[in-house]
């Protein structure tokens, strides 16, 4: 049971999702260093409760799977538990949990319904489906619609619980807008962003998403901005790995701005800036898409800065534009 109400009912009113860094394994199968690992889960869980008990905005905790894929698109998994670390530290906050799932990498129906029943069984309502890294590879899994659908009927049969499924918007991939429609069309009652560190696509994507949507008839799905701080520009080579968009402009500012010891607080402004401009375009243009905010930690390094990044983002995410700009002052003048 949780205290707040589910994040199905949340998705209209801004949810705030918090990413954690999953235990990043790849050994498995020894019982003996199985046991280490559920260990350590039970550590990380601890200590992430511990630091986002005092978030009350908070409305679920994420953790990612990460998946690697070799030169013929076969799959190396560097993350273990994923859904143990999801669902215990929600519990212990009282929240709810969401997990991700990299569908393109299921060997068979059979073995997705599995790994969803066996999700469903641990209380997780709460899936986001992920596709391969390139369309130029012949996964044995499903496309991520295909997921949605699949995911969508079982629900229904009641093979398993009531599902919420999202799935991840790429705001710079062509015809995204139409991608999403049809993700929309197929269950996706919200997507997440890869992690944002400018305005201009996603206010694009807002517009034409929306646009889209009513042409069709269709009540648009919640888009879950994504943020995370940068620590220095060891982090460069990670974003470029995840395939994240980092513009010039923003890596100047963030990492080459001045102090590096200063480059987290530089990525929060900046976080703030960007989440400003979107809600700035959104309210001013009657925008129908809802929006959300999602904080991630992108490495065991940038903890600290992430929960620092939440908590400002509590205080900013239901304020307008004007308190949002005093809120970045305080913080500049603060440092």
Known sequence: MTDIPPLSRLLDRRPLI?????????????????????????????????ELRGIKR?????????????HEGKPRYN????????????????????????VAHMESYDKFVDWISE??????RN????????RHHRYPGPSVSEANVVAHKLSEKGV???????????????????????????????????????????????????????????????????FAPLKGSADLNL???????????????????GDASEAPMRSLLNALRVYGEVLRAVEGESISVPIGVN??????SNFSSSIRMIVEFERAIDSDTEAIAEQANEIKMGE
């Open 127 to 134: 899936i986001v489906f992920v596709g391969g890294n390139t």
């Open 160 to 226: 398993i619980g009531d599902v919420t499924i999202g799935n991840i918007s790429i705001p710079e991939r062509r015809d995204e807008a139409k991608r999403m429609l049809f993700k929309t069309f197929t269950g996706a009652k919200f997507f997440t962003t890869q992690v944002l560190f400018d305005s201009s696509m996603i206010t694009d994507l807002l517009r034409e998403y929306g646009k889209q949507c009513e042409s069709a008839g269709l009540k648009p799905a919640t888009l879950i901005l994504s």
């Open 58 to 70: 908070l409305n679920a905790v994420s953790v990612p799977e990460l998946v690697e894929e070799n």
């Open 18 to 50: 918090f990413t954690a860094l999953p235990l990043r394994d790849s050994r498995t199968g020894d019982p003996e260093h199985d046991r280490k690992i559920l260990r350590n889960i039970n550590a990380r869980k601890e200590e992430l409760a511990r």
């Open 239 to 257: 974003l470029d790995f995840l395939g994240v968009d980092l513009p010039e402009k923003a890596r100047d500012y963030i990492i080459e701005g």
């Open 295 to 300: 904080i991630e930690q992108l490495t065991k």
């Open 119 to 124: 999700t469903s069984s641990m209380g997780i």
């Open 79 to 102: 993350s273990v538990y994923t859904r143990a670390l999801s669902r215990g530290t929600a519990d212990l906050l009282g929240r709810d949990a969401i997990v991700n799932k990299v």
